[in-house]
T-cell receptor, first 112, second 114 residues
Framework: DAKTTQPNSMESNEEEPVHLPCNHSTISGTDYIHWYRQLPSQGPEYVIHGLTSNVNNRMASLAIAEDRKSSTLILHRATLRDAAVYYCILRPKKSSGDKLTFGTGTRLAVRP | DGGITQSPKYLFRKEGQNVTLSCEQNLNHDAMYWYRQDPGQGLRLIYYSQIVNDFQKGDIAEGYSVSREKKESFPLTVTSAQKNPTAFYLC?????????????FGSGTRLTVV
């Protein structure tokens, strides 16, 4: 299965934008890029996903590089409630079985 | 509202005992999953099921068992053969084959062996 690489931790100030990077240089042509976040002592929460084009929803934006080897999750105005671990995951092709493989993610700290 | 319910939230077990964690979903999702999370670590897949009466081993299935007799239920049994069962257990579901949808996770069960 294709792997992703994320920084272990990042910090941001409240009400400032946050750009969370993810490298996935071995991504396959039909793998979707998914982002989840996990607040302390809770299950992960789906944030956003994309295939080739940039995507926006009420929670965040996803910018995907033209070669699809990297992507960036953008939180436009960080709040204290955005402090969480953010996971970048590739949803594999059908032949590999539809199961998500989680890395250790990026722990985002938000300073008031 | 639709969602996934895991119970109990906290569970204590004596060494040598089997224990079963419950996972129920009313999302009409075909696929269900069990993950284990240790402190400071990512999630590791234990078992998954893409359809009723069928399931596959994940990356760390040893010492665990599952059943999928109903679409909405996917209980996980932690057996005495699991050497280090203390962990946070998460259940998830998704629409089978639908890459254009995310996973929905439960709120987890924290198991402690005493």
């Amino acid at each position: 299965d294709a792997k992703t690489t994320q920084p272990n931790s990042m910090e941001s100030n409240e009400e400032e934008p946050v750009h969370l990077p993810c490298n996935h240089s071995t991504i396959s042509g039909t793998d979707y890029i998914h982002w989840y976040r996990q607040l302390p002592s809770q299950g992960p929460e789906y944030v956003i996903h994309g295939l080739t084009s940039n995507v926006n929803n009420r929670m965040a934006s996803l910018a995907i590089a033209e070669d699809r080897k990297s992507s960036t999750l953008i939180l436009h105005r960080a709040t204290l409630r955005d402090a969480a671990v953010y996971y970048c995951i590739l949803r594999p092709k059908k032949s590999s079985g539809d199961k998500l493989t989680f890395g250790t993610g990026t722990r985002l700290a938000v300073r008031p | 509202d639709g969602g996934i319910t895991q119970s109990p939230k906290y569970l204590f077990r004596k060494e040598g005992q089997n224990v079963t964690l419950s996972c129920e979903q009313n999302l009409n999702h075909d696929a269900m999953y069990w993950y284990r999370q240790d402190p400071g670590q990512g999630l590791r897949l234990i078992y998954y099921s893409q359809i009723v009466n069928d399931f596959q081993k994940g990356d760390i299935a040893e010492g665990y068992s599952v059943s999928r007799e109903k679409k909405e239920s996917f209980p996980l049994t932690v057996t005495s053969a699991q050497k280090n069962p203390t962990a946070f257990y998460l259940c998830a579901s998704s629409m089978e084959g639908q890459r254009n949808y995310g996973y929905t996770f439960g709120s987890g069960t924290r198991l402690t062996v005493v």
